[in-house]
């Protein structure tokens, strides 16, 4: 590969950046600038200039090289200078990055954002703003960190039907069972070694219990499938029930545990429903996202054409985001230049389908007395509830037996009844954990 050669259209004025917050994410876009600049310049014919950074603090140490007069605390004014061409915004949280942007939009600047909680919340109300003004609203690095899965939804897929996408986005959750299912840690150990390596908050809930995965969740359906879906659509369920039984059960079935973001769409009685969930899920050994391990991300997308496709890597730090920051800013400064600006195509609201409705495969465990006529008992329920019954394993625990079994397909609904009516029958000491499957669809 030859380096290409300057652009004879190398403009001579910089696109000049308001940076709004410069911690890891910020810090590492400054430093990509610096040493990227001249190359950027040649291949894409823009000139970036970081002009002006806002943060909460003038004397902490950001490791960064910053002209004096650079930094500021006052966010607003980087907004609405007029010498800021386009915003980048890295400070997470509602507010007040929902305002700054939506200033920035109505000052006519482009905004780059890597703020998943504020677009699985408002994502449809910035899009608009976005669109009517006609400037660019990207935000590659607010879904895996690294990896390019926005674009290809958005750009690449624009005429694809994509029915199903299934994510491990997020890498604190990953890194945790990917220490269970390897080194037969418990939950708790895996937790502590994720926090003290710094993948993990103090307050890991956010993780832990899927509300950062549901975020990326409603973006990537959203985005997938034309149409609005927001944080509040998507169910889900945490990491932190998962016990070294449930790994040990999964390795014996040749499956992993990994927690997954599932978007599909379905056809509903009155059109195109979606289906949203993040939970733990038993992933067949052969699957592609059954080798994404420790700290990874993976995206693996299903279309009627194109088949299945993955996209795989660093889903979080600040080199591999300030990367999918530093792309979207190219971009945006490309798209400044020609007076052009990308289309969103979040579309209109979606229909929800509600998780009682939602169908999958099922693991379940059931500790029963070990005499003769409990399979039959415990079959009958299955029966009652019409959810059929693919694989039975029995194991002897003591006196007791522990049998494991997956499901076909079935409605949640259905299962949860099926639950109910297991533990009241006198012969089922304990349901243990109850997992969705991957795989077996049928
Ligand atoms: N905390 C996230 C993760 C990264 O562990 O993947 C930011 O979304």
């Not at 950027?40 to 960064?64: F, H, N, Y």
């Not at 990207?138 to 750009?155: M, Q």
Request: hydrophobic content about 45%; some cysteine.
């Amino acid at each position: 590969v030859t380096e290409p050669e300057p652009s004879a259209a190398r403009p001579a004025a910089p696109v000049r950046v308001g940076l709004l917050g410069c911690g890891n994410v910020g810090a590492a876009l400054v430093g990509l600038v610096e040493t990227r600049r001249e190359a950027i310049a040649a291949r894409s014919g823009v000139d970036l200039e970081i002009t002006r950074v806002a943060v909460r603090s003038l004397t902490r140490d950001r490791g960064v090289k910053l002209a004096d007069g650079v930094l500021t605390t006052d966010a607003a004014a980087v907004v609405a200078d007029p010498e800021v061409d386009v915003v980048v915004e890295v400070i997470g949280g509602i507010e007040p990055a929902r305002e700054l942007i939506l200033d920035a939009i109505a000052a006519g600047k482009p905004v780059i954002t890597a703020n998943k909680e504020l677009l699985a919340n408002h994502g449809a109300e910035l899009a608009a703003a976005a669109d009517e003004k006609g400037v660019d609203l990207l935000f590659e690095a607010a879904v895996a960190g690294g990896i390019p899965i926005i674009r290809p939804l958005r750009e690449s897929l624009a005429g694809e039907d994509v029915t199903r996408v299934m994510g491990i986005v997020n890498g604190t959750t990953n890194f945790i069972l990917t220490r269970m299912t390897e080194e037969g840690t418990t939950y708790a150990e895996a937790l502590a070694e994720a926090q003290s390596l710094g993948y993990a908050e103090r307050d890991p809930t956010a993780d832990v219990e899927g509300y950062d995965a549901g975020a990326k969740a409603a973006i990537i359906a959203s985005l997938a499938f034309g149409t609005r879906v927001v944080a509040g659509d998507v169910y889900h369920e945490g990491i932190s029930s998962i016990t070294a039984a449930d790994i040990a059960s999964a390795a014996s079935l040749d499956h992993v545990i990994k927690l997954l973001a599932v978007c599909e769409r379905l056809e509903g009685p009155d059109g195109a429903e979606v289906a949203v969930r993040v939970h733990p899920a038993m992933v067949p050994v052969q699957h592609p996202l059954a080798g994404v391990r420790e700290s990874f991300n993976a995206v693996f997308v299903e279309g009627t054409a194109v088949g299945d496709l993955m996209f795989y890597g660093r889903g979080a730090g600040g080199d591999p985001t300030g990367s999918a920051v530093l792309g979207d800013l190219v971009d945006a400064a490309v798209n400044l230049h020609k007076g052009a600006h990308a289309t969103i195509g979040m579309g209109g609201r979606a229909q929800i389908r509600p998780i009682d409705d939602q169908q999958s495969p099922f693991y379940l465990s059931i500790d029963v007395v070990d005499r003769p006529g409990v399979l039959r008992s415990i079959a009958e329920v299955f029966e009652r509830h019409g959810v059929s019954i693919r694989s039975l394993e029995q194991e002897g625990i003591g006196d007791a037996a522990r049998i494991v079994m997956i499901t076909h397909r079935a409605r949640e609904a259905d299962l949860q009844a099926t639950v109910t009516d297991l533990r009241d029958l006198p012969t089922v000491h304990r349901v243990g954990s109850i997992i969705r499957v991957v795989g077996a669809e049928g």
